[in-house]
């Protein structure tokens, strides 16, 4: 009889791993090195991560996580309304998630050989497919940038055509290609050329048409609802957008990176559109559980098979990590936790809750403008307020840099009230809520009563929270 459990030793050597001690201690190091946290990033990764952090005071210690909630040092909790832009989709820690990463682990599969078939793989694709109408394959990598690279190479080999149409103010991730269909000119600058691209306006179909009658267009890539600023698709245009690409032999490509797994209230954000059926969709974050990077392409069968058109061509495109056992089991998790707890639908009816109460502000505070979105991806925008007191302090801040107030905003959500959101993009007036989708109603309650303290001291025209934005500006101006 074997004494060790199989793929545990190592016959070559007689050696059992799991019986060699060694000398990293995970749990030793945190407590010796872990009070260095912001010197080592300082130090050793992006500088400007810890200083932008401290100017507005973001500089937090936090200890442990679970659900929708962080706690720090000295027990405090913090309500989490931006779910690491979107990759907690279920929460953080959830057990359902932990036990498959644990039975993965230990079930020491023979993973990653790279000349074989393992079964994760096939049954997370079938999973997904299952959600999926009229997609037929699917290429597993690891990041949301990463699906849209393998989008934008499927789309050119399939077509055979060279230039890719995306929106203006869209983000499609941060790689040469995926910059390439950034509609950002601040993540683009300095690092040209890029591939041939063409921007259109949201909703453009005028602008869509005028581009494909050029004959050169492989495809479209679009955010059913746009992260920046949270904006979404006008009705009809995305119907009217496929007719149009398949006119011209062009793809349409969903980016539902951010949007996709229930964010919006169905499993993805272009099912809100009757008869919309994409040719490649991207999906990546959520579906990682937040613990292995795990992104996902999304085709039909036609596309998979041109690009992958013989056996020559088998690892014509593929990815190292792309399907490794550990990312397999977290998606799996996953979709089966969405399923079991319905957070599709509670998505979509928390989403409503917080958007209705959201909205009945508006006419209550002059500088609060719009709230907008679906399911549980809302942005609240800020305007120009129309007393002149709150105006003249409002155009101080558009003079130094716009974006500020909202800034101002999101700040003291987290210094008085715990709650960490984001401003929903550079230069914009914009917070955009993305919370985990295991939020419910005890969470909404949490956010609007803060969010009403905040406007409330917005509105007053005094008090701590214009002067840190007497700070913002002076930063702004220095910056410049």
Known sequence: MNEHPPGRNDHATGRNYHSVPGSFDLAALLAERGAERYELHARHLNHQLPRMLQTIGFDKVYERAEGPYFWDSEGNDYLDMLAGFGVMGVGRHHPVVRKALHDVLDASLADLTRFDCQPLPGL??????AHSPHLDRVFFGNSGTEAVETALKFARYATGKPRVLYCAHAFHGLTTGSLSVNGESGFRDGFAPLLP???IELGDLAALERELRRGDVAGFVVEPIQGKGVHESPPGFLRAAQELLHRHNALLIADEV????????????YQHEE???????CVAKALSGGYVPVSATLGKDWIFKKVYSSMDRVLVHSASFGGNAQAMAAGLAVLAVMEDEQLVANARATGEQLKSRLAALVDRYELLHDVRGRGLMIGIEFGRPSSLKLRSRWAALQVAR???????????????HRILTQVSGDHLEVIKLIPPLVVGEREVDRFVGAFTAVMDEAHSGGGLMWDFGKTLVRQAVANR
Request: proline share 5%; glycine share 12%.
């Open 197 to 199: 691209d063409t921007a």
């Open 258 to 269: 951010q949007t996709g797994l229930g964010r919006t209230g169905d499993f993805y954000a």
């Open 402 to 416: 716009k974006g500020l107030f909202a800034q101002m905003v999101v700040v003291p959500l987290l210094r008085k």
């Open 275 to 281: 008869g919309v059926e994409p040719d490649l969709v």
């Open 124 to 129: 997370l694709a079938e999973k997904l497919l």
